[in-house]
Nanobody
């Protein structure tokens, strides 16, 4: 089992920044890729960013490319999502997810991720 706990969400004005953290426990952190997804009200959950088990292979949705950065600290078993230049359309519940056993690439499909955090709310006001 892998337990994931997100933190860092909140309310921010458009143009502002937030950093989300996701602390993992339960299995060897370097043994899985990590992803960030989000779900806005009335919309399906979508891929935001992902990072390979070794910290490389970062991928981003087009809507956040150039504004969001994901990173991981395997020693601290934590993955981060730095969000800059936030827009009202970034408002959503953000989830981190672990793709246990996937070490060679960064998956973008939700069904590749087998552990999920509880989510953290990000609200961007205009």
């Amino acid at each position: 089992q892998v337990q994931l706990v997100e933190s860092g969400g909140g309310l921010v004005q458009a143009g502002g920044s937030l950093r989300l953290s996701c602390a993992a426990s339960g299995r060897t952190f370097s043994g899985y890729a990590m992803g960030w997804f989000r779900q806005a009200p009335g919309k399906e959950r979508e891929f935001v960013a992902g990072i390979r088990s070794d910290g490389g292979g970062t991928l981003y949705a087009d809507s956040v490319k150039g504004r969001f950065t994901t990173s991981r600290d395997n020693a601290k078993t934590t993955v981060y999502l730095q969000m800059n230049s936030l827009k009202p359309e970034d408002t959503a519940v953000y989830y981190c997810a672990a793709a246990f056993g996937i070490v060679s690439y960064t998956p973008t499909q939700q069904d590749r991720y087998n552990y999920w955090g509880q989510g953290t709310q990000v609200t961007v006001s205009s």
